[in-house]
């Protein structure tokens, strides 16, 4: 059941667009959604980094940081 919540999340967001979230420390991290797993997506962060993220916690960030 929560692989379709994770889906549905997943359908607000498109490859390619500028996200936000925020890990266990608090500080936002900003980067772009680069693919659909099968219950999180990946988002490469400003900094070159890969984050495996549940959609849920994603929120489309502006296009600037």
């Known amino acids: 059941m929560s692989q379709v919540h994770?889906?549905?999340a997943m359908l607000?967001?498109?490859i390619g667009d500028r996200v936000t979230f925020e890990p266990e420390n608090?500080?936002?991290v900003f980067g772009?959604?680069?693919r659909y797993n099968q219950k999180s997506v990946t988002v490469i962060t400003d900094d070159g980094r890969r984050w495996n993220v549940s959609p849920?916690?994603?929120r489309l960030a502006e296009s600037n940081p």
Do not use: N, Q, S, V
């Open 6 to 8: 994770a889906h549905k």
């Open 12 to 14: 607000e967001f498109r």
């Open 26 to 28: 608090g500080t936002p």
């Open 56 to 58: 849920r916690f994603l």
């Open 32 to 34: 772009i959604l680069t």
